[in-house]
């Protein structure tokens, strides 16, 4: 559960150098996990989907060219972000908050939401809200980071919080917003524990896919 201010705050500032932060702290990993999301999207064959979160919108664009006659809505709460989704061409954009999305019951087949979920204010808020514009039987997807088991976990604790902070301080002039990034990666519910919160909010079917030795994982659920 984060302060909507201060991730706005957070996610403003860094905007202009949030791609190029991602992909140096992922090591380029961030494609693979989003071209995994992307595939099992593109399994369901949905023809409106929702990116929650959408950040500068590499996801929805991904998805876009694997489901090209798909309509993709972008939304964030962040209106910096969006225009770096913007431009590059990624239309139509909404500034929504996800725990309250201006869209009707049922409106589209699949949400996703990559590194947006654990922003959020309420994680089963936003996850209700999710289901909310979901069609019955309609898709989510959840891409978002997660710890791995020890002993791995040592050494990932001590990049998340002594060198991710200072390489991202380096590239976006905000090493702050990388120290939340470690805190709120901490707080987040991860595995099985996701599995049950979307359980208990309004979605059925939960599965959890570690990627990268646990480091990300992918939730998927149903309506
Ligand atoms: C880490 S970025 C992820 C962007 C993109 N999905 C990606 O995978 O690169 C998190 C995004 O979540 C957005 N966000 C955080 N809380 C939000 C909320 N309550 N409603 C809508 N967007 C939110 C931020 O503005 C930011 O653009």
Request: contains cysteine; positive net charge.
């Amino acid at each position: 559960m984060q302060n909507p201010a201060k991730v706005r705050g957070i996610f403003t500032a860094i905007a202009a150098r949030y791609d190029l932060a991602n992909h140096v702290l992922s090591g380029g990993l961030d494609f693979l996990w989003r071209a995994r999301a992307v595939r099992m999207v593109k399994a369901w064959r949905p023809r409106t989907i929702l990116d929650l979160a959408t950040g500068s919108g590499d996801l929805a664009l991904a998805l876009g060219k694997a489901l090209p006659e798909a309509r993709i809505v972008g939304a964030d709460f962040c209106h910096p972000m969006l225009q770096v989704a913007a431009g590059k061409g990624l239309h139509p954009l909404v500034v929504a908050d996800g725990t309250r999305l201006p869209f009707a019951d049922a409106s589209f087949d699949a949400v996703t939401v990559a590194f947006g979920l654990r922003n959020m204010e309420s994680w089963p808020g936003a996850l209700r809200e999710m289901s909310r514009v979901l069609r019955p039987d309609g898709h989510l997807l959840v891409l978002d980071f997660s710890l791995p088991r020890p002993p791995l976990a040592f050494a990932y604790r001590f990049y998340l919080h002594r060198v991710l902070p200072r390489v991202a301080g380096m590239i976006t002039g905000n090493r702050a917003g990388y120290e939340y990034l470690g805190a709120s990666i901490e707080a987040f519910p991860s595995g099985r524990a996701m599995c049950e919160l979307m359980q208990q909010n309004n979605l059925r079917d939960a599965l959890t896919r570690p990627l990268a030795a646990g480091i990300v994982s992918i939730y998927t659920a149903r309506k």
